[in-house]
């Protein structure tokens, strides 16, 4: 290396330095400066939906956890039997906490925050982007962003976002079920990266996608009546009332809560079911595939198996709207 190039890289680390130095010094003098400096960056304008969706979603988890749990249980009971029993959210409350102590009901908690981390922020980052880039479409055409282009993005972020997701779902999907197995035959995960390890050990590491399409297809619902339902319902109360910002928002989210949970509820029974299914003595599963989940509730079981533990999949949905 010569003189000259030496001298050169020599100057540009101490530049490098300096600035540095000057960057960590306006940090220390100006806290809020520098915040709104790194909030200014694009880098940081890009990743912000994902970090605010994420988060959103993780506080929602930990707040709801216990009614999920509930609402896994009454989806398990009386699984092919028509007349199987009809527990009630407060008996299957009761039993877990009988058959245990009350931190049970946050059983997977685990899972369910890599869950959110991983799926909302996905879920949540898509749908803002997407609507970023159909808006600036929209206007680039004098139009207005519509009903179509919502849906359209609330399903597309959901799909995708379910698909990266789907090893952590299944995940809280064997935590929350443990419970239901005989002693001796129970798994016992201690927490949600132990439950992907012995899954993927003793199942395969194919295993982590099982139940992916149903679980897709309920996103999709899902999002289909979470964000678009909420936008479109945000956007007709800011015109057609005169409620608060705050109220606008909560009655947005009401709505969309309803048609998120009458939509996707029969998915979310079928992705638990899948989920929730391992290998018998003889090598078989209960369920081959989503049609024929779908198939043997509604012949075993009836039709309206699939919308069991409605109010408390409402609860648990409404948050993260």
């Known amino acids: 290396m010569s003189t000259s190039t030496s001298q050169q890289a020599a100057e540009g680390a101490k530049q490098a330095a300096n600035e540095a130095k000057d960057t960590i010094k306006s940090a220390v003098d100006d806290p809020k400066g520098a915040k709104n400096n790194v909030i200014r960056q694009p880098w940081m304008k890009a990743a912000l939906p994902f970090i605010n969706g994420g988060l959103g979603g993780m506080t929602a988890t930990t707040v709801i956890q216990p009614i999920d749990m509930v609402k896994v249980r009454l989806q398990l009971a009386?699984?092919?039997?028509?007349?199987?029993?009809?527990?009630?959210?407060?008996?299957?409350?009761?039993?877990?906490?009988?058959?245990?102590?009350?931190?049970?009901?946050?059983?997977?908690?685990?899972?369910?925050?890599?869950?959110?981390?991983?799926?909302?922020?996905?879920?949540?980052?898509?749908?803002?982007?997407?609507?970023?880039?159909?808006?600036?479409?929209?206007?680039?055409?004098?139009?207005?962003?519509?009903?179509?282009?919502?849906?359209?993005?609330?399903?597309?972020?959901?799909?995708?976002?379910?698909?990266?997701?789907?090893?952590?779902?299944?995940?809280?999907?064997?935590?929350?079920?443990?419970?239901?197995?005989?002693?001796?035959?129970?798994?016992?995960?201690?927490?949600?990266?132990?439950a992907l390890t012995h899954i993927s050990k003793s199942e395969g590491i194919y295993a982590l996608w099982a139940g992916a399409f149903p679980t897709v297809v309920r996103a999709m619902a899902l999002n289909f009546g979470q964000l678009a339902f909420f936008s479109e319902a945000k956007a007709q109360l800011k015109t057609k009332t005169d409620l608060s910002s705050r109220t606008q928002t909560l009655t947005a989210s009401a709505i969309a809560g309803f048609f998120a949970s009458f939509l996707s509820l029969p998915f979310d029974f079928v992705k638990t079911r899948l989920q929730k299914q391992q290998k018998g003595p003889d090598g078989r599963v209960p369920y081959s595939s989503m049609v024929d989940c779908f198939r043997k509730v509604a012949k075993d079981e009836g039709l309206l198996r699939f919308y069991r533990g409605f109010g408390t999949y409402y609860v648990r949905i409404a948050p993260h709207a």
């Open 78 to 194: 009386g699984e092919g039997a028509k007349t199987g029993p009809r527990p009630s959210p407060l008996q299957v409350t009761r039993e877990i906490i009988a058959s245990g102590k009350v931190m049970d009901l946050y059983t997977g908690l685990s899972a369910g925050l890599l869950r959110q981390a991983v799926y909302t922020t996905a879920r949540l980052g898509f749908f803002d982007t997407f609507m970023i880039a159909l808006t600036k479409r929209a206007e680039d055409k004098g139009q207005k962003i519509g009903f179509a282009e919502r849906a359209a993005a609330g399903l597309s972020a959901g799909g995708l976002a379910a698909m990266i997701g789907n090893p952590a779902d299944l995940a809280l999907i064997r935590m929350q079920s443990d419970g239901l197995k005989p002693k001796d035959k129970r798994a016992n995960y201690r927490s949600v990266f132990h």
